[in-house]
């Protein structure tokens, strides 16, 4: 018959498995919704509850789990098929973070990945493998790194691919006798 005064949680990252001691929510908050800051982008945590009243503390609460969202992991298993000015990158997709990705980012390298240049998004955007890099120099070296993206930002950026542009012919002069 107490007033709730404040709630306690105690959370699970390994499937509810086992939950760390009660902590306090702070600020103090008696009124639902509460709100649990600290937590970790893309993590899944099992969450109980408890009501704390000047007569003690109740019983947990039946867990229930959520998807902190986040960033997407970075792509992974790039591979490059060149054109003259174009290379078409395929690649494995990260975990979204929780969040559907909506677009992919490249950095481009011509000194053999010493530097990047800055990310640049895909435009028009593009969500799905293969994407396709434009504007590229004939006959050069290139690296290229990808980042994925959702509404929450950039992610991690991939492993480099490396690849040479080709040449286009314009016309071939044949000599003979």
């Known amino acids: 018959g107490a007033s709730t005064t404040n709630y306690k949680y105690a959370?699970?990252?390994?499937?509810?498995?086992?939950y760390g001691e009660p902590t306090a929510v702070d600020p103090v908050?008696?009124?639902?919704?509460?709100?649990?800051?600290?937590l970790t982008s893309g993590t899944t945590y099992h969450i109980k509850l408890k009501a704390v009243t000047d007569a003690g503390d109740s019983d947990f609460s039946s867990a229930t789990s959520i998807l902190v969202p986040g960033?997407?992991?970075a792509p992974t298993s790039?591979?490059?098929?060149?054109g003259t000015t174009t290379v078409s990158i395929a690649f494995t997709a990260g975990a979204n973070?929780?969040?559907?990705?909506?677009?992919?980012q490249y950095a481009t390298s011509t000194n053999s990945g010493s530097t990047y240049s800055s990310f640049?998004?895909?435009?028009?955007?593009?969500?799905?493998?293969?994407?396709?890099?434009?504007?590229?120099?004939?006959?050069?070296?290139y690296y290229i790194k990808l980042?994925?993206?959702?509404?929450?930002?950039a992610g991690a950026e991939s492993s480099a691919v490396s690849f040479t542009q080709g040449f286009a012919i314009d016309y071939l002069v044949?000599?003979?006798g």
Do not use: H, Q, R, W
């Not at 973070?97 to 909506?102: K, L, M």
């Not at 980042?147 to 930002?153: L, Q």
């Open 11 to 18: 959370l699970s990252t390994d499937g509810g498995s086992a």
């Open 29 to 38: 908050d008696a009124v639902s919704p509460i709100t649990i800051s600290g």
């Open 71 to 73: 960033v997407p992991s």
């Open 78 to 82: 790039l591979s490059a098929t060149s």
């Open 97 to 104: 973070g929780g969040s559907a990705i909506t677009n992919y």
């Open 120 to 141: 640049t998004a895909l435009d028009p955007t593009d969500a799905t493998t293969p994407i396709t890099v434009t504007g590229l120099s004939e006959g050069t070296a």
């Open 147 to 153: 980042k994925a993206v959702n509404e929450y930002g």
């Open 174 to 176: 044949v000599g003979g």
